[in-house]
């Protein structure tokens, strides 16, 4: 119905810098609040980031601010994220998301592993 698929990650050393992208697809709609969670090894999912539908406002876990920007291309119905000044305690596996109002519920994708090496 509609189908998420995250890119980038991988191996990254700690201080590095890394871009994830995340393009929704299938009976989606434009201008839709998406965004990003993660889940480190053992640990639960936690939220990351998010953009409204109007990319006018966005939100960031206490963690990751200042050092990690999410911005949206409403036209390709993608989402991006930028992290800067990685640490070891990044690493996890990051999914996106997208929210459709429409259906009642998120659509994820099924993740991409990042790994930050100390």
């Known amino acids: 119905q509609v189908q998420l698929v995250e890119s980038g990650g991988g191996l990254v050393q700690a201080g590095g810098s890394e871009t994830l992208s995340c393009s929704a697809s299938?009976?989606?709609?434009?201008?839709?609040?998406m965004g990003w969670y993660r889940q480190a090894p053992g640990q639960e999912r936690k939220f990351v980031a998010a953009?409204?539908?109007?990319?006018?406002?966005?939100y960031y876990a206490d963690s990751v601010q200042g050092r990690f920007t999410i911005t949206g291309d409403n036209a390709k119905n993608a989402v991006y994220l930028q992290m800067n000044s990685l640490k070891p305690e990044d690493t996890a596996v990051y999914y996106c998301?997208?929210?459709?109002?429409?259906?009642?519920?998120?659509?994820w994708g099924k993740g991409t592993l990042v790994t930050v090496s100390s």
């Open positions: 299938g009976r989606t709609f434009s201008l839709l609040s």
């Open positions: 998301y997208q929210y459709i109002p429409y259906y009642g519920r998120a659509y």
């Open positions: 953009i409204s539908a109007s990319g006018d406002n966005t």
